[in-house]
């Protein structure tokens, strides 16, 4: 079992920048790939960012590739999603996940443990 608690979301005017940060519990945290999703109002979960077991292998969606970075301390237990050049189209809550298969997933469905999500707001 995995327990993830996200943190980290808030209000940040276009352009700025917002690290948002994954807790987790477990001591098997470092055998999980770990990915972080969102979800606008009205739309559909869609997939952001994920990180592998070391963090040798990272994959984007492309929307925010070039601007967003994740990164894992398995000593720490903790994931992170640094975010820059925030823009209104990044409002969403965000969810972080574990996935305990080997593959950098995009697909929701592959990740089996999320948390509840932290809201991130960017004004115009």
């Known amino acids: 079992q995995v327990q993830l608690v996200e943190s980290g979301g808030g209000l940040v005017q276009a352009g700025g920048s917002l690290r948002l940060s994954c807790a987790t519990s477990?001591?098997?945290?470092?055998?999980?790939?770990m990915g972080w999703f969102r979800q606008a109002p009205g739309k559909e979960r869609e997939f952001v960012a994920a990180i592998s077991w070391n963090g040798d292998n990272t994959y984007y969606a492309d929307s925010v590739k070039g601007r967003f970075t994740i990164s894992r301390d398995n000593a720490k237990n903790t994931v992170d999603l640094q975010m820059n050049s925030l823009n209104p189209e990044d409002t969403a809550v965000y969810y972080c996940?574990?996935?305990?298969?080997?593959?950098?997933?995009?697909?929701?469905?592959?990740?089996?443990?999320w948390g509840q999500g932290t809201q991130v707001t960017v004004s115009s």
């Open positions: 477990g001591r098997t945290f470092s055998r999980y790939v």
């Open positions: 996940a574990a996935s305990p298969g080997i593959r950098l997933s995009v697909v929701s469905s592959s990740y089996y443990y």
